[in-house]
């Protein structure tokens, strides 16, 4: 079961929180570019979510909720999700990284793993990988943590 598989349509809530999550990470630095938005919207229609409900998302990112996060992979790939979102634009602020590692140790990992996967990230762009390779490549080589009770 891969991490979209979580979220089906049914389950607004817990989409509507990863995207939010998503958002408030690419607004950090005051604004958010044309990159960040795309990336978002790529995964807003991977989740199902309507234009509607992505837009509201975007003018109030703030409300929070639970992700429902579980699973090691679960977890991994949000932190992953909203690193990218960090370095979609090539200027990292120091908001964002501190909301991506703190979110990376609410789940579990260490904070470090943020620096870490920015560079895998940039590394792979150069490269001209996808961001679904990039992923399939970070994930083999990052060791996440076990399934526990790590739920978010």
Known sequence: ?????IF???NT?????????LIRVA?????MDAGEYKFIK?????????????????NDPQKSS????????ERFQFIWDLVWVMTV???VDLNEVHICSRMAYRLGFEPELVKEMSEHIQNNRQEGDSPEEAYRRAF??????TDDIFKF
């Open 42 to 58: 790529e995964v807003a229609a991977r989740l199902e979510t309507t234009d509607e409900e992505l837009e509201e998302l975007n």
């Open 27 to 31: 607004k950090a630095d005051g604004h």
């Open 66 to 73: 639970s992700l429902g996060l579980q699973t090691s992979e």
């Open 13 to 21: 809530d817990r989409r509507l929180a990863y995207l939010r999550q």
């Open 8 to 10: 089906r349509p049914d």
């Open 140 to 145: 083999n080589s990052f060791t996440p943590p």
């Open 1 to 5: 079961m891969g991490l979209f598989d």
């Open 89 to 91: 634009d090539q200027s």
